[in-house]
């Protein structure tokens, strides 16, 4: 019972408390990408969840076995990052070869893979010292996360698209970084940060 | 009929400039969001992203054009991580000065950096080696000043200081240090960029007329005219003026509220 509790309260936080995305920053370029993509947002969601439950729980396994988490940085990173491109590379294959993917497919796999977001989750749970279930809860949480992160873009930019009062050199890229700065800081609210001093 | 060939000076302005990859392309924005909130860091990440860049790009010309482009992204992984790893662990282990934690997780994620994968596969697979090196000049030109520049006004607002010298501000916004106050900045730099390369590369911008005018035009009747917003504003503000009583009634519970006279008169 405790395993399933560690495992729902970490991809809450994951999502809603610290919303990797929104408050870190991590996957955003990605995020802002995937907004105009609506259809794409479920198996985005499932593509990052499952790299992120993948790369984390062999990494856990690696740090349990072997001393690298006490490693330098620089070498744990090497450890996690040959990791995620063995991931990547097993699941590119499968696809193509067992599951017939077409190009677009092999594309979303691609981004949904190879981003800061799917890479960062290692890191955090590292640096947290999360259990197993603690792993698994944040890679769920991240792909979650990436998803709220990116639909909220998405309802926003059809919003900032509408509107004729935006002058015309805030439209676009402008006008979408200072709609998702004012989500981030909504989400700020949530990890009680000093804002003014 | 072939392809025009962009020249060196085409690909340099529009790399770093007209398409800035963070600004315009909005690639690359993790490291600049999430780590960048000092000069000091800004400047360790721009030479990581601009070293990455620079051989991910040449290595993608040369020797990725005919290797599958599931493959290829990822070789850039590899590729990234084989450049930042030895780099970090010099970093770590010879540096003098310890190196932030922030900065020892943000730094190898430069190694899955979009700035990277978006450059070696719309430009560098495509194009001539010669090419693909003026493309990643420009990209890592383009994404190092951005990181400088936010770096330093992040520092300077959220810190009050500049490069670890203390600036004395009379006060600081920590927001501007934090991820919201990264991309409300980065709104403002794309803004600028965009009203310069529309007045300084007009045909190269699209919609370059509506974006360097600053008086906007509405239609009145009898054609259209230009509009000053001051003057408008103006105008709408002083319709809402208030009677006399009205004032008085409003200074009163502003005083009641901000108690200006800090309960001296009830002594």
Redesign the interface.
Known sequence: MKIVYDLFVTALYAVFVQNMVMSFGLGSSEAIRASSKPDRFISLAAMISGFSVATSVICKLIDMFTASAELPYALRAAVYGGVLAGVYFIAAFAALVIFKASKKAMGTLGISALNTLVFAVPFINNTASYSFANCIGSGIGAGIAFVLAAALISRGAVRLAENKDIPAVFKGTPAMFIYVGILSLAFSGFADSTLFS | MSEKIPSAKEVLIKGSFIHNPI??Q?????P???AAASLKNAALLAAAVSITTLITCIIASALLKKVQ???R??I???I??SI???V??L???RSEAELP?VM??Y???I????VT?VHCEQFSVRNPVKLAFYDSVAVSIGSSAVLLICGAIREIIGYSSIAGHELKLH?????AA???????I???L??IL??IS?YRYPSLVP?SE??V?TK?KKEDGEGTVEVDVFDEFWNESSKTDLAADEYDELFDSLDNIFDFNGGEDEK
Do not use: H, Q
């Open positions: 600004l315009i909005c690639a690359g924005l993790c600049v969001v999430a482009r599931w493959i992204m990822g850039y992984l590899i990234g991580i930042i790893c030895p970090l662990f970093l770590e282990t934690l020892k997780i730094l190898p994620l190694a899955v950096n979009s994968a006060a600081t916004i920590r927001g934090l991820p919201f106050g990264c991309f409300i980065l709104g403002f794309a803004a965009k009203w529309a919609d509506a974006i005018r906007p």
